[in-house]
């Protein structure tokens, strides 16, 4: 079955710090991917999608993921993380063509940043 | 250009009644996706639909719920005889009927049932 996985449901960071979140997928085929943030209470935010093309794709807000097919993996990272990050950040992918863009979310990591 | 709209944000029932969620998809948007996000828990697919038309419920529970797109009017996903275990956060999506891959999503319907 096609499912999203994120290893990490809680990551703890100090503000300034590097961040990485992981995300596999498992898919016949590669899917298409997103990274999704989400505040409290609030719906979610794209952060940034790969169809195809270059492996690094750059978002908004800083963040950048990159795909790497040997791995099935799609892992955000972000240089410095700022205060402001802390939410809690789904993975997501769709087959595409009969999928009808069905998206299927990993189970969330949610980030704390400390000052 | 306003985003996806969802009212209310917030919705209290007890147990037997009738919920009704609405979404309206952003301009030009004619594909409209539901996800349920139960506590804990990530989000998962509901139903996908365009205009008039329901294209994959795949991820509808059996009974009580119903979803509909009319020609006029929001997106309607509607819950009968609610019980405690629907309560949960309802997201709605929307994307361009020529690039059906990306979506938008509104802000969520917290529904919670006494």
């Known amino acids: 079955a096609q499912s999203v996985t994120q290893p990490d449901i809680h990551i703890t960071v100090s503000e300034g710090a590097s961040l990485e979140l992981r995300c596999n997928y498992s898919y016949g085929a590669t899917p298409y991917l997103f990274w999704y943030v989400q505040s409290p209470g609030q719906g979610l935010q794209l952060l940034l999608k790969y169809f195809s093309g270059d492996t690094l794709v750059q978002g908004i807000k800083g963040f950048e993921a990159e795909f790497k097919r040997s791995q099935s993996s799609f892992n955000l990272r972000k240089p410095s993380v700022h205060w402001s990050d802390a939410a809690e950040y789904f993975c997501a992918a769709h087959a595409g063509g009969t999928s009808y863009g069905k998206l299927t979310f990993g189970q969330g990591t949610i980030l704390t940043v400390h000052p | 250009n306003a985003g996806v709209m969802q009212n209310p944000r917030h919705l209290v029932r007890r147990r037997g009644q009738e919920a009704r969620l609405r979404c309206s998809p952003m301009?030009?948007?004619?594909?409209v996706y539901w996800y349920r996000q139960l506590p804990e828990e990530g989000l998962k697919f509901m139903v996908y639909?365009?205009?008039?038309?329901?294209?994959?419920e795949s991820g509808m529970p059996k009974e009580r719920f119903s979803a509909e797109f009319p020609k006029e009017g929001p997106s309607i996903l509607r819950i009968q005889q609610v019980v405690r275990g629907d309560s949960a956060a309802y997201f709605c999506?929307?994307?361009?009927?020529?690039?059906?891959?990306?979506?938008?999503f509104g802000p969520g319907t917290r529904l919670t049932v006494l």
């Open positions: 639909l365009q205009k008039e038309n329901i294209i994959d």
């Open positions: 301009k030009g948007h004619s594909h």
């Open positions: 999506a929307s994307s361009p009927p020529d690039l059906a891959n990306e979506q938008f």
